[in-house]
């Protein structure tokens, strides 16, 4: 994707979206399906393929390999600007409004009233480490169920 980020209402509510993800939690079968296709160039090709297509449809998905979707309330980080990974920028309207695209809510904002009524707003405390955009591209399935995310956010709760 070669166009500049603009925050990304997500298509689907997060309520679905916290369901789908327990479908696809880590599982034995999950991480021989990882192997398998980073073994099969062409069948990994194929599988980030689909996963860009459907991932870009609901949420704006922008490939960056790292996916943090499931702590922010669905709503994708990367489709900010300024791709803040851990809230928003000091820019956002009292409104809730992006400083770089007014007419649209600030992404983080978004990812905060999505979490909040799923029950999930807690999940905003943790920090993320930076991206790394060595994985810009990659599929972040894969790389989710090779266990390659789990030192991806840091606890800083009291
Ligand atoms: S993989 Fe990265 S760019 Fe795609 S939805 Fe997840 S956080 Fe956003």
Redesign the pocket.
């Known amino acids: 994707m070669s166009t500049w980020p603009t925050p990304f209402r997500p298509r689907i509510p997060a309520r679905w979206s916290y369901r789908l993800h327990a479908v696809l939690a880590t599982n034995r079968a999950y991480r021989w399906l990882a192997a398998r296709l980073e073994r099969s160039p062409r069948a990994y090709r194929v599988f980030t393929a689909t996963e860009r297509v459907s991932?870009e449809k609901l949420?704006?998905?922008?490939?960056?390999?790292?996916?943090?979707?499931p702590t922010t309330g669905y709503a994708?980080?990367?489709?900010c600007p300024k791709q803040l990974r851990n809230g928003p920028c000091g820019g956002v309207s009292p409104e809730g409004r992006c400083e770089v695209h007014p007419a649209v809510r600030c992404v983080w904002v978004l990812a905060h009233d999505r979490a909040v009524a799923a029950g999930h707003g807690t999940d905003l405390d943790l920090l993320q480490r930076p991206v790394d955009h060595r994985e810009q591209g990659r599929s972040?399935w894969v790389n989710y169920w090779q266990g390659r995310d789990d030192t991806m956010v840091i606890e800083v709760r009291p």
Request: aromatic fraction near 6%.
């Open positions: 991932k949420f704006g998905c922008r490939m960056c390999g790292q996916c943090a979707l994708c980080p990367m489709t972040s």
